[in-house]
């Protein structure tokens, strides 16, 4: 049983830690929403290359300047436009650069609908809440296996250790759905230049809602451990005191002291309630009962036939 409950408290340790590294991930990183956006291709600068630059517009002369010269471009219809990879996070947006190498990271909250940005407040202030939380969880729980705490300080601190992952897997669930209805709003009705044409959720969206399962996962197990000890304590603590009740009923009975270690050994739990005790040591013969009567301090044993 003690290795049971060691197990269960790795199990959840384990948990939570997983969840606290998937949660600081997802936070900390750019990659919740990815897609693409159509925009127009810029004119090229610089002198002319023998390579084509299919990112930029190039005039059919160098000089530009030049009103004598008639300037044309060969691309046409959907060549005029450029397809830039970009991914947004809670914090940032990033889009690739003019010339496609590297990208371009503006805050988030510029880009959010300005009627919406609160929610993005509250969106940063419960996923802070979800690492605060969780991390507190899985010290609570790190401290509990210390031998130097009692039994009861350990059930304590498996209770509030429970708590607060339960708590953290809350606010972890609203911040991001917080942030899925923001990032919507803002495909919708965000700023004309950074609108996507297709887009899609990405990988650190899905270690958020990962660290959400195993948080919850960490929280019931704790919780499991800290319910299955508490009804070990009860049975443990009746069974105590049942066998009080018993050897007191032996001693007021002034029976042999045998008749208390066969009971111990030989009768099974489910027979104690249906088990009559011997008066005086002796097994009652079939078809007699015993009646005490208590008269001025002295004990009388009558016997009845029936």
Known sequence: ????????????????????????????????????????????TGPPVKVKQWFCIRFNSS?????????????????????????????????????????????????????????????????????????TGGALMTLEQCPSFSIMNKLKLSAFAAMCTALSGLCGMV?????????????????????????????SYVLAWGSFGTCMGSAVTALNRYTKTIIEFKYKRRNIEKSLMIKQMVIELDLPEQMWDMYLTAVPADVEAQLDLPV?????????????????GSEQQGEEYC
Not at 188 to 200: F, I, L, Q, S, V
Not at 280 to 295: A, I, Q, R
Request: charged residues 20%.
């Open 175 to 203: 911040a991001h759905m917080m942030f899925t209805t923001i990032f919507q709003l803002a495909v919708a009705m965000g700023p004309e230049d950074w609108r996507p044409k297709t887009w899609d959720y990405s990988w």
């Open 63 to 135: 000089n530009i300047n030049d009103s004598r010269l008639v300037q044309y471009i060969f691309e046409t219809g959907e060549e005029k436009f450029l397809l830039r990879k970009f991914h947004a996070g809670i914090f940032f947006s990033c889009e690739q650069a003019a010339d496609m190498n590297g990208f371009n990271c503006r805050d988030f909250s510029e880009i959010a609908p300005e009627h919406e940005r609160g929610v993005l407040w509250l969106c940063i202030v419960a996923e802070s809440l979800y690492l605060a939380l969780l991390f």
């Open 280 to 296: 005086n040591g002796h097994e009652p013969s079939t078809g007699k009962t015993y009646v005490l009567e208590m008269d001025s």
């Open 1 to 44: 049983m003690r290795l049971e409950r060691g197990r269960r408290a790795s199990l959840a340790i384990t948990l939570n830690f997983v969840a606290f590294a998937f949660a600081l991930s997802a936070v900390t990183t750019n990659y919740w929403c990815e897609g693409t956006r159509k925009v127009p291709k810029p004119f090229c």
